[in-house]
Antibody, heavy 118, light 107 residues
Framework: EVHLVQSGAEVKKPGESLKISCKAS????????IGWVRQMPGKGVQWIGI????????RYNPSMQGQVTISADTSITTAYLEWNSLKASDSAIYYC???????????WGQGTLVTVSS | DIQLTQSPSFLSASVGDRVTITCRAS??????LAWYQQKPGKAPKLLIY???ILQSGVPSGFSGGGSGTQFTLTINSLQPEDFATYYC?????????FGQGTQVEIK
């Protein structure tokens, strides 16, 4: 059974850095894309980007490229979403999810709440 | 980017009603469209992919249709557990955009 377990909630100040994680199990990590989705408070969902751990191919949403970095560590079957300098507008729930090429997200993590406040 | 516009944004219905949600794409996406259900405090759940294929485990009361730029999600007989927010997503070209969502509430 596919399991995606995300790291816990974070409270940060503007300008701080952050890296959240998504631990995958139950499938071949290097054989599927894994992606990130943002949900701001009371809003819809937004596609951030995806990574193919097998060859580290990464596709970003152009509207978010440069603001976040997606990575993966195949040795521990974990994907990451990272910020160098957080803004208050980064406050949201972030979900990781698995997909195949040209297919939707079929398994999701439980979400990580990120709060950025001075 | 491909824009997806859902209608309506909000829908009030009763248990047993048949409801249809529409998703319109800004350009043709063949059948590269999925539907998700999200309940408060939970991650979205995949319901339908390739426009009309029911994900394993999803009740048969859900159905999807369409191709090109116009798609529909139909719930044949609303059950109490179906009251949620529904999103469409295109997986035709990057970025894989979502619609703005349709909230289905109890009348």
């Amino acid at each position: 059974e596919v399991h995606l377990v995300q790291s816990g909630a974070e409270v940060k100040k503007p300008g701080e850095s952050l890296k959240i994680s998504c631990k995958a199990s139950g499938y071949t990590f290097t054989g599927h894309w894994i992606g990130w989705v943002r949900q701001m408070p009371g809003k819809g969902v937004q596609w951030i980007g995806i990574i193919y751990p097998g060859d580290s191919d990464i596709r970003y949403n152009p509207s978010m490229q440069g603001q976040v970095t997606i990575s993966a560590d195949t040795s521990i079957t974990t994907a990451y979403l990272e910020w160098n300098s957080l803004k208050a507008s980064d406050s949201a729930i972030y979900y990781c999810a698995r997909q195949n090429a040209y297919s939707p997200f079929d398994s999701w993590g439980q979400g990580t709440l990120v709060t950025v406040s001075s | 980017d491909i824009q997806l516009t859902q209608s309506p944004s909000f829908l009030s219905a009763s248990v047993g009603d048949r409801v249809t949600i529409t998703c319109r794409a800004s350009q043709g996406i063949s059948t590269f469209l999925a539907w998700y259900q999200q309940k408060p405090g939970k991650a979205p759940k995949l319901l339908i992919y390739a426009a009309s294929i029911l994900q394993s485990g999803v009740p048969s009361g859900f159905s999807g249709g369409g191709s090109g730029t116009q798609f529909t999600l139909t719930i044949n007989s609303l059950q109490p557990e179906d009251f949620a927010t529904y999103y469409c997503q295109q997986v035709y070209s990057y970025p894989y955009t979502f619609g703005q969502g349709t909230q289905v509430e109890i009348k």
